[in-house]
């Protein structure tokens, strides 16, 4: 303590006169750079001598204090023991190494067999079976499904006539009988197929090309009004209270839908739906034109060059998106009453999103009756397709010979869609 406090006092005293310390602006002309130089190293020196007393000093009273008592210092808290995270090579016995061995040697016979097909006695590849295939998929399926008595008979597989997957082409048909359905207690029949071509685009990348057709008998004013209701409760989860006022197309958009359907309380008729389609592609159209109209302003206001072009590409993106509204067209049927018999929706050429192309579109709704009639193409995702196409057809082969752990591989990928879709269409099981 003495050496610290000899220290701090020393080291406030300068052995050079405050006055010629340091030069100042005045004997700039007088000084020359050897004085500051001999100035600095007379001041280095100065501290280390000081730090040297200090030490000196220090040195007795610390021979001193150790002729006092030391107090026992405090026994530390004995750690808990740990088991090392990787045991040393050295520590493993023979039957641990072996037990290593046969678990690595599973992890990669797994890996190998979801790339390679399963194999007949004499060793070569079990090819596709369509018809004993397709006996095998549909009570897979039903199972996946989770059973119960809503499903009167389900039929699903692969057309032979349509299916070639050396050529890259599939053709997959449904077929299912529903006793009741989450909207209606009457039976519901759906009917649909789809066609998949793979191949080489003008430009050289891969695309999907897909068609395909849906007929769904149901009670169809029964499942609009559950599909606003599902919308409407889906919007409630998602939207927070005290949300900031809406800064896009999108956000403007949902919140007037959401302010129109507040004030749907049932739909009773195809005139009900009818006035309600019509409604939305109001506000749709509404909501693009507002944006537009505040875009436009904000970029003949814009500060920068940079804040403009922003606004600017901003504003035509909102346009293009206004100008697809267009490419479906509306058309309603109407009896001798007045009355609205079918509602038709029709789509030519219109992008989806980047890389999903509507080529073709046509729904019709009527009473009892819904009949959707599709034809696009995809490019995105499509690359994929060369590294997923084994994983399918091994799938499909294990399906086909009865293996029961032919969906370990794919299972929460499979199980994830069908549950949420059977929980929409079905209920809960």
Avoid: C
């Avoid at 050295?90 to 690595?104: K, N």
């Avoid at 029949?189 to 003008?202: F, G, Y």
């Avoid at 592609?281 to 505040?294: K, M, P, V, Y």
């Amino acid at each position: 303590m003495i050496a610290v406090q000899f220290l701090h006092v020393f080291s406030r005293i300068d052995l050079i006169p405050r006055a010629g310390a340091i030069p100042g602006p005045a004997e700039a002309s007088t000084t020359t750079t050897e004085s500051r130089e001999l100035y600095i190293m007379r001041l280095f020196f100065h501290r280390i001598a000081l730090a040297s007393m200090a030490l000196a000093l220090s040195a007795p009273l610390v021979g001193a204090q150790e002729e006092l008592p030391t107090p026992a210092p405090a026994p530390a808290p004995a750690a808990p023991a740990r088991r090392p995270l990787l045991i040393p090579r050295g520590q493993l016995t023979d039957q641990q190494r072996a037990d290593r061995r046969d678990r690595l040697r599973n992890l990669g016979g797994q890996v190998l067999g979801a790339l390679a097909p399963p194999t007949g006695p004499d060793g070569t590849p079990v090819p596709l079976d369509m018809t004993k295939l397709n006996s095998a998929l549909s009570p897979l399926i039903k199972g996946l499904l989770g059973g119960g008595d809503s499903i009167e008979s389900l039929r699903i597989g692969f057309d032979p006539e349509g299916t070639n997957f050396a050529e890259d082409r599939a053709r997959l048909r449904v077929d299912a009988a529903l006793r009741r359905t989450s909207w209606s207690n009457a039976p519901t029949r759906v009917t649909a197929m789809l066609n998949v071509q793979v191949s080489r685009a003008e430009t050289g990348g891969l695309v999907a090309l897909l068609d395909g057709n849906l007929r769904l008998q149901t009670p169809t004013v029964a499942l609009a009004n559950y599909a606003v209701a599902q919308f409407k409760e889906r919007r409630k989860e998602n939207r927070s209270d005290g949300a900031p006022a809406p800064a896009s197309y999108d956000e403007l958009f949902a919140q007037m839908l959401d302010e129109r359907l507040a004030r749907v309380d049932r739909l009773e008729s195809l005139d009900d739906v009818a006035d309600l389609l019509t409604a939305i592609s109001g506000l749709r159209l509404t909501a693009a034109s507002q944006t537009i109209e505040q875009l436009r302003a904000d970029a003949r206001s814009a500060p920068d060059e940079q804040t403009r072009q922003d606004l600017e590409a901003q504003l035509a993106q909102v346009r293009a998106d206004r100008d697809k509204l267009f490419d479906v067209r509306p058309h309603f049927a109407r009896d001798a009453s007045g009355a609205v018999r079918t509602i038709t929706l029709e789509m030519l050429g219109s992008e989806l999103f980047a890389g999903a192309e509507m080529r073709a579109m046509d729904f019709r709704m009527t009473d009892n009756e819904i009949t959707v009639q599709a034809a696009g193409a995809l490019t995105r995702w499509v690359e994929l397709y060369p590294v997923v196409k084994p994983l399918v057809m091994n799938v499909l082969a294990r399906i086909q010979n009865g293996d029961p752990r032919a969906l370990d591989g794919v299972r929460p990928l499979v199980e994830g869609p069908i549950g949420r879709g059977r929980a929409v269409i079905i209920g809960e099981p």
